[in-house]
């Protein structure tokens, strides 16, 4: 049996098919006027950013394609498209990684287009210079929002103790969860989760204590004998059983139904205000917040108000005149607000405040008096994390962490180690 | 299908001898197109990427700016200052010697039961292949999580003994453990192997064996085994490279972390932290090279041992 094959016919039609497969691998044709935009979240916010794009395409013309990833999925993908000179036009951007990616030059100044395209006069100063790197403009604030610890207050009603309030201290943790263990709800709820590896919540003790976390120089900003005393603080506590066990605490691998308030088994969760309403629509318990315990009374300066997220322009796209009028348009359009909400933080510019203000419902309302009322709690904006501090928090406070909380090392031996490693990688990312 | 029909001209040989190359062309050519969509794939989607990962492996690489020449600096600090390294390398070796053997052991056990002329046998090889199907799938790390979380089904089942269990997984004691029992449990793909190989040792050999009063502990050592060394290599082999590879259980688990502190932080999880979270692609590409060399170390001592414990009826 012989089969021919015309050698021309094939030819075309290898051609062909690589053709095809180079169009997959090339970027579309872009037209000038369209852009696409890429941010992190789930399919509520990609819902509502969804409308918001099509709103600008009906108002501006052009057209907007967005992507959307789990925060975890989400920065791998961004590097490789940033690495493949494909990034989007649009980048939703973190305060983690806003001075890594501006110092590489992978997303672009903006300070060109402010007062043109971007008006942003009445917007938040401290929202403002938190986009900020090395004196420019890198990121617009989406919204502001603050640590918090968030409260199961039906559980507290169960235990028939009163729940904390924006006073409360690091003692009262003590006695409310000596209090707590004896009302025995649910199967032995502990008060609180175990912090003693949760980043923010420890940034947030060192604040009160006058420190941070690291320098504006990328260096630690605290000492060893700060270190032990935190580890010794939640020792005690695990050993009254006022936070929850070692081995229940680990199974708290991120996502929020993995947490120890949704699993039911403490009352009080250090986490951010803008996740309240996430977590109360997967809690039947109705859930309240309040700010990090003091270190005393009086005690304050702890909180910040934290860009919760930026959008920035990536450096290698071609429309960026037109990405920083999506940009305006995201955060000042009166119908746009009415569609985000406070579902990214607090709006910064007080006319979008005016126009979410009535709408907002109940949880909403909650995060924004919170932040809006912090008080003393709230101190200056700290400066923006190194970029080693997410390997530091992930790969060495989580661990050293858990080895303390079994015993597998004592505060003393976890704080030395600590700090030696976390210098080390802070002078290798250097 | 249309056959054309062959004009007389292309059975005719060649006129003349033609050059070296239209030769080659005339008679390899159609060979390698015939190739070229399996040829394209392998170059560019296996050889390319493993030279760029060679490359990088030398070089510092964040993806952000271009890489940076670093020569052997990432094997040095690999093998010198690198105390994560060797946590990842303790925990993959650890699983590799539990998890093999005893899922060797497994699927031969399950095997010899279904080897005995049971009815309905394809309807429970079916069954028992199923976990291998499900098992490095993400619905069944889910899954796993709950059955050995401190609230889990298997700490219910204890409580009924009036054994309060810990939190299986999330216990750095046991978590390691509960990835080998997963592990163990996608039993299904050597046991079927297994179960070929038993079909293969002659009955007679039985036969003669229990005519001679061999009891049938006696007979599986003196019989099946040296019989079925050929099929335990195999499965030695592929089973210990999948091991060495396994990541999937480990990273749902564990939430990606390798948590609690380290206990089952594999070598494929710490190089996919070292490349996806912290964005160091040169040194997760000199890992990936280690973990290769390391399995390749492994399978080349099998093979050389292989002559004085396998025995091939030749």
């Known amino acids: ?430 | 299908m249309a056959v054309q029909t062959v004009s007389p001209a292309d059975l005719s040989p060649p006129a003349k001898q033609t050059s070296l190359w239209s030769r080659i062309w005339h008679n390899d050519a159609p060979g390698y197109l015939f190739l070229l969509p399996w040829l394209v794939g392998f170059l560019g989607l296996t050889i390319g990427p493993m030279v760029t990962s060679l490359y990088l492996s030398f070089t510092d690489f964040d993806l952000l700016t271009a890489p940076e020449w670093v020569g052997a600096n990432n094997y040095i600090r690999m093998l010198t200052n690198d105390p994560k390294f060797w946590t990842s390398m303790r925990v993959t070796m650890f699983f590799v010697i539990f998890s093999v053997p005893l899922k060797l052991a497994f699927a031969l056990a399950v095997a010899m039961l279904l080897n005995r002329g049971i009815r309905g046998l394809p309807l429970y090889r079916a069954l028992f292949y199923l976990p291998s199907l499900l098992g490095a799938s993400v619905a069944i790390a889910i899954l796993w999580r709950q059955i050995f979380a401190g609230d889990g089904l298997v700490n219910k089942f204890l409580a009924m003994f009036g054994i309060i269990g810990p939190s299986w997984i999330s216990n750095p004691n046991y978590s390691l453990w509960t990835l080998i029992v997963l592990s163990i449990w996608q039993f299904g793909s050597p046991m079927i192997i297994f179960l070929a190989g038993l079909r293969q040792i002659p009955q007679d050999m039985y036969e003669a064996a229990s005519l001679d009063g061999a009891s049938k502990w006696r007979q599986f050592v003196k019989i099946t085994l040296p019989l079925l060394t050929p099929v335990v290599f195999f499965n030695a082999i592929i089973q210990t490279i999948e091991a060495f590879k396994s990541f999937t259980p480990a990273f749902i688990i564990s939430g990606g972390t390798g948590n609690p502190i380290n206990s089952t932080l594999f070598y494929t999880l710490y190089l996919y932290q070292e490349a996806f979270g912290f964005f160091r692609m040169g040194y997760a590409s000199a890992l990936a090279w280690v973990l290769l060399a390391l399995v390749g170390v492994f399978t080349a001592f099998s093979f050389l041992t292989s002559k004085y414990w396998v025995h091939y009826d030749d």
């Not at chain 1, 975890?72 to 000179?85: E, F, I, V």
């Not at chain 1, 924006?166 to 263990?181: H, L, P, Q, R, V």
């Not at chain 1, 270190?295 to 300066?301: L, M, S």
């Open chain 1, 1 to 430: 049996m012989t089969i021919r094959v015309d050698r021309r016919k094939f030819l075309m039609g290898s051609t062909a098919l690589a053709a095809a497969g180079a169009m997959g691998v090339m970027p579309a044709w872009a037209q000038s006027e369209d852009l696409r935009l890429i941010f992190w979240g789930g399919q509520a916010r990609a819902d509502r950013t969804n409308k918001v794009t099509d709103l600008f395409e009906q108002a501006k013309g052009g057209s907007v394609q967005s992507e959307f990833l789990a925060w975890n999925d989400y920065w791998p993908k961004l590097a490789t498209q940033t690495a493949g000179g494909n990034a989007p036009d649009v980048i939703q951007m973190d305060y983690r990684y806003i001075v890594e990616y501006a110092k590489r030059n992978a997303i672009a100044p903006l300070d060109e287009f402010v007062g043109g395209a971007l008006q942003l006069a009445d917007f938040d100063q401290d929202q403002l210079e938190g986009g900020k790197v090395d004196g420019k403009l890198y990121g617009i604030s989406l919204g502001a929002n603050s640590v918090a610890m968030l409260m199961n207050v039906t559980a507290f009603e169960e235990a028939g103790i009163e729940p904390p309030t924006n006073d409360w201290t690091y003692d009262d943790i003590m006695t409310m969860g000596e209090a707590f263990k004896a009302a025995n709800v649910r199967g032995g709820m502990k008060l609180i989760a175990d912090g003693s590896y949760n980043e923010p919540m420890l940034n947030n003790w060192l604040r009160q204590k006058g420190k941070e976390l690291y320098t504006a120089d990328g260096k630690l900003a605290f000492e060893e004998a700060d270190m032990v005393e935190w580890f010794k603080l939640w020792q005690t506590m695990r050993d009254a059983g006022v936070c929850v066990a070692p081995d229940e605490q680990a199974l708290d691998t991120g996502p929020l139904e993995s947490t120890m308030l949704v699993s039911g088994k403490a009352a009080l969760l250090p986490a951010n205000s803008n996740q309240l309403v996430a977590f109360q629509a997967i809690m039947q318990d109705k859930v309240d917040m309040v700010g990090h315990p003091r270190i005393a009374p009086g005690a304050g300066g702890g909180h910040y108000r934290k860009p919760s997220m930026f959008f920035s322009v990536a450096a290698s796209s071609a429309n960026k005149e037109r990405a920083a009028e999506f940009l305006n348009f995201f955060i000042s359009d009166p119908e746009a607000a009415k569609i985000l909400d406070v579902e990214r933080g607090i709006p910064c510019l007080p006319s979008t405040r005016d126009v979410v203000a009535p709408i907002l419902d109940e949880q909403n309302l909650i995060a924004l008096n919170f932040v809006s009322n912090l008080g003393d709690l709230l101190g200056p904006l700290p400066p923006p994390p190194p970029a080693a501090a997410g390997e530091i928090d992930l790969s060495l406070l989580r661990v050293i962490g858990q080895e303390v909380g079994f015993g597998a090392r004592t505060p003393e031996d976890g704080a030395a180690y600590f700090v030696s490693e976390a210098t080390a990688i802070l002078e290798r990312a250097a």
